[in-house]
């Protein structure tokens, strides 16, 4: 593969980073509105992210066999479509019951190509660099998810503003106009569609095919359970508190959602994006496993002030989270398909099935907030805090991120 096209293919990847974080992201604004709209408890509301994030668990390991057997084009295309179809579904039938099946369609498609395109970087951008130009996608992802509550605050106000969301606006009904959101993420799909359909991708990115037997010992493999258990742990920790920040503040401080809760939900992925930048730089001079452990480790003061802070501590610890956390899924996956000596697109469909973490913890965080409080709930991602913080201690890769002044 020649080194322009490794690049346009890597350009290509974070495109599609970009937009699934649109759609992956634009739940936690929402949420408290569709509270109020369904008259929804907070395990009821909680069953909206567990049914996004429970298709991981459905979908991860089918996406990894389905990609060594037909390539990443027919898995990126058909993730796309089963995408438009949920995002359709919502925007047509807006219920309760509706939506969870949406957002199970709109996992199905984000789980597969998650699968799909995580290890065709790793082949794009070469192994070495690997952790790097994860975390670049970790850039990516966030400055898509600081955009997707901008989308919910700019919509959400009836089509007041420009020709395009009176556009929009016009296609939701008067008493849920934050429906017309799902109108423009199906618009976004079909341009996605449209833009994919002529890329030629590599024939074969993951490299040997893997038998029903290679996932068999694969799920035997203490070390790739290790890191499936991270991987849960992050997505569960970024998906509880994006989740139900917005009526964390709402609840505990009596913040309005459009306003104050869209704006910290916005500044999270901020301030994600801008420690996805510093992370690039400390991984071009520092082992990923001291830059996981320095991270995770602020992480417990910035989620301790998030959590027991007043409004305004709240306000500011909350996007201060997001930073802190910015790196770890770009870590966590490097270390784990680097300690792999080979199958790693099974490796990747196994380690997506624990974005179910995303769908689990929130779910938790919503029941104990109905039993106790809120405040309590979110207490419980000091578990997952704690499990990636261990990571950085144990983790052996077998090949390490390229720094400057080491030789690969």
Request: proline fraction near 5%; aromatic fraction near 12%.
């Amino acid at each position: 593969m020649s080194s322009a096209r490794r690049t346009f293919l890597t350009a290509v990847i974070f495109v599609i980073f970009f937009v699934m974080s649109l759609l992956t992201n634009i739940l936690g604004p929402l949420i408290p509105e569709i509270i109020r709209a369904y008259g929804l408890s907070l395990t009821m509301a909680a069953f909206l992210p567990f049914s996004f994030f429970v298709a991981y668990g459905v979908m991860s390991v089918p996406a990894g066999i389905v990609t060594e057997r037909k390539g990443e084009k027919f898995t990126v295309l058909g993730a796309f479509l089963l995408s438009l179809a949920g995002s359709l579904l919502f925007a047509l039938v807006p219920l309760y019951p509706t939506a969870l099946l949406s957002l199970f369609l709109i996992g199905l498609g984000m789980a597969a190509l998650q699968v799909a395109v995580n290890p065709l970087l790793r082949v794009t951008g070469g192994e070495e660099h690997y952790a790097f130009n994860a975390v670049i996608v970790q850039f990516v992802f966030g400055a898509g998810s600081f955009l997707s509550p901008s989308l919910y605050t700019h919509f959400a106000g009836g089509g007041r503003g420009d020709a395009l969301s009176r556009l929009f606006a016009s296609l939701a009904p008067p008493a849920l106009p934050w429906l017309s959101v799902y109108w423009v993420l199906t618009a976004l799909i079909v341009m996605m569609l449209l833009l994919l359909l002529p890329v030629r991708f590599p024939e074969k990115a993951h490299g040997e095919s893997a038998s029903l037997k290679v996932h068999q010992a694969l799920l035997r493999n203490r070390i790739v359970w290790a890191y499936f258990m991270a991987i849960f742990a992050y997505v569960g920790l970024e998906q509880g508190l994006s989740n139900w920040m917005s009526e964390f503040l709402s609840a505990q401080h009596g913040l309005n959602p459009l306003t104050d809760g869209a704006a910290s939900v916005s500044r999270f992925w901020l301030m994600m994006t801008a420690g996805a930048g510093l992370g690039m730089l400390l991984l071009k001079f520092a082992d990923s496993r001291k830059v996981l452990l320095f991270f995770s480790g602020l992480s417990f003061f910035t989620l301790s002030a998030a959590i027991f802070g007043n409004a305004l501590t709240a306000m500011v610890a909350f996007p201060l989270v997001g930073f802190s956390i910015s790196v770890m899924w770009s870590i966590l996956f490097s270390l784990a398909l680097n300690s792999m000596p080979s199958h790693h697109g099974a490796v990747s469909g196994i380690l997506c099935t624990g974005v179910i973490g995303g769908a689990l913890l929130p779910l938790l965080i919503g029941s104990l907030g109905d039993l106790v409080s809120l405040r309590f709930g979110l207490t419980s991602l000091y578990l997952p805090l704690a499990y990636i913080f261990s990571v950085g201690f144990w983790a052996k890769p077998l090949v390490t991120n390229k720094t400057l002044g080491r030789k690969k």
